[in-house]
């Protein structure tokens, strides 16, 4: 067991899928257009230009930061943040310094394995301008600006993980959530969803001193679009900062990149700390002020989360957990089974006579795809009907069919009456088999029991 214990935060960056870009008119559907040919003045940082807030986007950034849970602060303002690098036409960005949109959010992950829950702390959703976009060719490096100024919403989690497979769930609800919202199509290929961990470890294994001491370095792993990805990048970290801990060494306070095809982390550059952005308001934008009523109608206008609709098929429907988390993945297979169950055409026949939960039958016809969820509600009606109806079998063919299984295995029949009763499966399984499925498997077990005793 590791002597040490990992403190691990996470920033996620999330392209919002607005219509224009966030200071500007240009379209913010950049992904496979001509470099450069999506741009303007604003976005590429001309003199004169002046920024104009995008209002969908302060307000779709509002309901992720409502839906983490989080307070939504009612002044908000944008600063300059500044840094020189080719993909920042301006030498700064506009992003959020002091004053987020949202901070203070507690959201709580369940591990579908163990079904145990974790809180993860929110510290604020803040959004801010894209960069453009470097492409490394050989020797040369070539810039493109399409994506300079699409809305971006930073997530800053607290250090509150402690290993690679709780941050892997986080990401995977959180993406869940992105696109229950509409906000995002959180297309990690096309990097409308980055996540970048910051890592480091501690002596100490008590969470609450471990919190008021955290370790003297971090490092920074940026750009990763895989879960997996994650995973591996911090399991290498672990690794890597562990090695240099023995050795008396601190690990530098460094930014890594994550290479795939290899499985490690590489050096980019020293980590910046906040002081090194020279921070100040952004003088062209006057700050945002939130009444009661407008944050309180951004929040009715929240679907219900999967992890709400989760808790609610356990509680109405006795559904298993495991199979409420597979059913709420996606938004369009959970309402479909929502309109399933609410059919008055279901709710009025007899035709599960032996199953007590209508529902779970629902459920697992969509899970094992029995029935296909791209057909109309009243087709799957008359498919999952006729599944359930009782079976009409010849029980004359069907006694005939069990001798002839019985005949035909002779020595599985010594050895089920020898004590191997677990070969009671295989012969209803030859039985169904013969039977081409048209027969009750508790029937077929039952007339079996009988032959075999």
């Given at each position: ?289 939130f009444v009661d009523h407008e944050i309180e109608d951004l929040r009715k206008t929240l679907p219900e989360l999967p992890h709400q609709k989760v808790a609610r098929y356990i509680k109405d429907y006795d559904l298993k957990y495991a199979d409420a988390f597979i059913l709420t993945r996606r938004m369009k297979t959970a309402q479909f089974f929502d309109s399933i169950i609410s059919d008055k055409t279901l709710q009025n026949i007899d035709i599960l006579v032996k199953s007590k939960n209508i529902q779970n039958a629902v459920a697992n016809a969509i899970i094992n795809k ?84």
């Amino acid at each position: 067991m590791s002597k040490y214990t990992p403190v691990i935060g996470l920033e996620i960056h999330v392209e919002l899928k607005t219509k224009s870009k966030m200071f500007c008119q240009c379209d913010a559907d950049f992904f496979d257009k001509e470099p450069n040919t999506n741009t303007c003045p604003v976005c590429l940082g001309m003199p004169g230009a002046l920024p104009v807030p995008n209002r969908t986007a302060v307000e779709w950034a509002i309901k992720i930061g409502q839906a983490l849970g989080c307070a939504i602060n009612k002044q908000s303002k944008f600063d300059r943040k500044h840094y020189f690098y080719p993909d920042l036409p301006k030498a700064y960005q506009i992003s959020q310094y002091d004053e987020p949109l949202a901070e203070h959010g507690t959201f709580e992950i369940q591990n579908p394995k163990t079904e145990t829950s974790k809180k993860i702390g929110i510290t604020r959703v803040h959004l801010e301008e894209d960069t453009g976009k470097l492409t490394h060719t050989g020797k040369d490096t070539l810039v493109d600006f399409n994506r300079s100024s699409v809305p971006l919403v930073e997530i800053v989690t607290e250090p509150d993980f402690d290993n690679a497979e709780d941050v892997k769930i986080f990401l995977e609800e959180l993406h869940t959530i992105i696109r229950y919202l509409d906000v995002s199509d959180a297309n990690m290929e096309e990097g409308s969803m980055r996540m970048e961990p910051n890592i480091s470890l501690s002596i100490i294994s008590n969470k609450e001193e471990r919190m008021k001491n955290l370790p003297n370095y971090k490092v920074e792993v940026k750009n990763i679009n895989s879960f997996n990805f994650a995973k591996k990048a911090i399991d290498f970290e672990l690794i890597r900062q562990t090695k240099l801990l023995d050795k008396g060494e601190t690990p530098p306070q460094e930014t890594r990149g994550y290479d795939d095809k290899k499985g490690i982390t590489f050096s980019q550059r020293s980590k910046e700390e906040a002081q090194d952005y020279r921070y100040f308001p952004e003088p062209d934008i006057p700050p945002m002020v939130f009444v009661d009523h407008e944050i309180e109608d951004l929040r009715k206008t929240l679907p219900e989360l999967p992890h709400q609709k989760v808790a609610r098929y356990i509680k109405d429907y006795d559904l298993k957990y495991a199979d409420a988390f597979i059913l709420t993945r996606r938004m369009k297979t959970a309402q479909f089974f929502d309109s399933i169950i609410s059919d008055k055409t279901l709710q009025n026949i007899d035709i599960l006579v032996k199953s007590k939960n209508i529902q779970n039958a629902v459920a697992n016809a969509i899970i094992n795809k029995r029935i296909p969820t791209s057909i109309s509600q009243e087709e799957f009606l008359k498919e999952f009907i006729a599944l359930h109806k009782p079976i009409e079998v010849d029980s004359e063919k069907l006694t005939q069919v069990i001798d002839g299984v019985i005949a035909q295995y002779a020595n599985q029949v010594e050895q089920y009456k020898g004590g191997k009763v677990g070969l009671i499966g295989f012969f209803i399984g030859q039985v169904m088999k013969e039977m081409k499925g048209q027969a009750d498997p508790q029937e077929v077990h039952k007339i079996l029991l009988a032959k075999l005793q």
